[in-house]
């Protein structure tokens, strides 16, 4: 059987190389992405995608939104997500074929963008952004950029319309209405379960047999999955130990409070919430990490 941390020394490392340990890769739309840049850093994959983005064809949340919008209703609208941001347009322009005219009026209000992929779509769309949250993009940050526009924009009395990323944020949520605004939530699309759970299956079985060395969890939304197919196979128990044993690397923030909130610690925060960065990193730091987690 192979024994990831025994082939690890300070003497064999020549730059970031995780040396044949066990990766457990949970990325939906990039795992190929992923799962090729652990091989190229010298790591063994395991590729169990966790999540489907399922568009909420009959959205009545969003299309009450852009009827609103339109209308001149909202003061700030909150894009959390490019995938988001994309999925409501699409919304709107498929059901109620009003694209030009909800982009016109997304473009006349003060859009605040979680980070940088909302803000690529509306540069796209030629639409301006009146304000982005810093790195590393959590709602804390954002709320904090809201605050230092209080002089432009008072959130009190404010009528704020915040797009949801698949699960709703309460803390964002009761954070605008701590400050008086006035806030409605417009899910636009909801992560499900993949259609083939055997890749999530086996990767729970791998776990429980302690055959996982490290895990990566880019989202919060993994998390919750790989705990719930677990829980279905009875193997909840055996999977937590699996994942105590093993390193566990987090994207960032976000991510590492739901790891948190569940029980876990987090050994690795990447410098940069980008996946490239979490792999590098995860690679330079693995070996080390899993000899003193394991001694």
Known sequence: ??????????????????????VLVLESR???????????????????????????????????????LIQGEFDLVVLLTGVGTRALIDVVDRVAHQRDTFLAALARTRIVARGPKPVAVLRELKIPVWLMAPEPNTWKELVSALDGRQSELSLQGARVAVQEYGVANPDLLAALESRGALVTSVPVYQWALPDDLEPLRAAVRALAADNIDVVMFTTSMQVVHLLRVAESMQMESATREGL???????????????????????????????????????????GALLTAKRA
């Not at 059987?1 to 040396?19: C, D, E, I, Q, R």
């Open 1 to 22: 059987m192979h024994k990831g941390p025994a082939a690890w020394s300070p003497a064999t490392m020549v730059g970031p190389n995780f040396l044949g340990l066990r």
């Open 244 to 286: 105590h044993r093993a390193v566990i690397a987090s994207i960032g923030p976000t991510t590492s409070d739901e790891l948190r909130q569940r029980g876990f610690t987090i050994d690795l925060e990447p410098s940069h919430p980008k996946m490239g960065f979490l792999v590098r990193e995860t690679a330079e730091r693995a």
């Open 30 to 68: 990039r795992a190929r992405e992923m799962a090729t840049l652990v091989t190229t850093y010298g790591g063994l994959p395991t590729v169990a995608p966790s999540m489907r983005e399922v568009p909420l064809e009959s959205n009545t949340e969003a299309l009450e939104f852009s009827t609103r």
